[in-house]
């Protein structure tokens, strides 16, 4: 039997479900087809970000936040615990609560807004006449035909040569946000995101975390002064972050992992630990999409080579998402998704890069959107910059939470806002201010002149942005 669709879109994380969403919205009959079993088989659209990414990531953090809090700062407020304890399964298992509410979720607005959802794989057939037919194979196989197909098929996590994942021992996310016991030694292989998110949950519940990195910088897509401060203060908690190692072989052995490198001195070491979370980038996926059969043209990378406005070499098929060039971010794939959705309308659907803020949910955490001071010296861009301290904040100082600072770098002559870096608390949320900002092309003044409620961590975005003109009035 043939089903006949506007659009169908391949892959059900942030980019494919909410192209779909939007096709759907825009009166096209639309289909999502995804293949993410839950537990029990049964269907867990959302992709890596709800089942292995961004929410269980932050579920977690959330978890061994308070666990942190509970052991180290209560007491600062009069709050005494006593035998305070850690139950690692109730926590995971609150995690996979947490993940099927999203599934679920995704479900439901699939329902609401009559997008017809297949569970299973999806792979090109042949070009027909008008679009292409799609078959997928799930519990039972179906052919679709498909005017326009959106491709959203994401990214798998990237392993080590030599040392594939066996999510017991050496970890790839998946396995990170299922560790079972609190290990006494982790080790990660990876200074980024995801490496140092993991690190955080585990060093508060009480591991013992060395972090390795090839690169020599810390944080090198960041802004420098706030990727100093974050190192700083990650260093005072516990963290041991080595940049500049050469892994040279990581081998499952016994109970643990041994690890031999170089350091950055070039001297030989080895580290064992009890588990090792490898996290050194993640690879776009086509695994069964059979590419071949209609020609669609890949790069060296595996991505799907696509224009500015997400078109492939295909006429009628996009792709969107982890799965084609720009950050693997889900709010990126997201609006990639629904300017796809527009354009297909025949609307003109736009995805500003600029300013795409990047978010790194570590305590402090670290936000940023637009440029570095870094890169603005390099390109000899006249900027000015402002930072306030989160130290002479005071709603930080009530919260207990006055590590970083706000950081604005504007235009030397027309005070336009060129980037905004933030390391404290709330940075993720405080960063939306400086995006809209952006968006609307303000200048350091606009904002320094806008008023912000009192007493909120806001008011240090505020003060950084006087401080471009150097009149701030609380530091
Ligand atoms: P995905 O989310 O990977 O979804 C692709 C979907 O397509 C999957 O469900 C897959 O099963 C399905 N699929 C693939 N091939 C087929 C096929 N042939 N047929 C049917 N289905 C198929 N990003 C953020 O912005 N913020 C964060 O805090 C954040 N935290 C992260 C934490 C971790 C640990 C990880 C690993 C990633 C994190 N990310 C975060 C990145 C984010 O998860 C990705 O950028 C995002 O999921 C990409 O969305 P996508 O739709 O392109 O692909």
New binding site residues.
Partial sequence: MSKNFDVVV???????YIAAIRAAQLGFNTAC????KNAAGGPA??????????IP??ALLQSSEHFEHAAKHFGDHGISLDNLKMDVAKMVGRKDTVVKQNNDGILYLFKKNKVTFFH????FGKAVEGGYEISVAGKTAETLTAKHVIL????N?RALPGAPFDEEKILS?DG??RIGAVPQKLGIIGAG??GL??GSVWRRLGADVTILEGLPTFLGAADEQIAKEAHKAFTKQGLKIEMGVNISEVKAEGEGVAIAYADAKGSAKSLVVDKLIVSIG?VP?????NPEAVGLQLDERGAIVVDGECRTNLPGVWA????VRGP??????EEEGVAVAERIAGQHGHVNFDTIPW?I?TSPEIAWVGQTEQALKAAGRAYKAGTFPFLANGRARALGDTTGMVKFLADATSDEILGVHIVGPMASELISEAVVAMEFKASAEDIARICHAHPSLSEATKEAALAVDKRTLNF
């Fill in positions: 391949i892959g059900g994380g942030p980019g494919g087809i995804d293949e993410w659209p959302g992709g890596t970000c709800t089942n292995v990414g961004c990531s932050k299973g794989r999806g792979a959203a098929t994401g990214s996590a996310n990170a946000l995101v995801i998110e993991m993640r996926n086509t695994i069964g999409l969107v998402g982890d799965v693997m971010l889900a709010h990126k794939a978010v949910y």
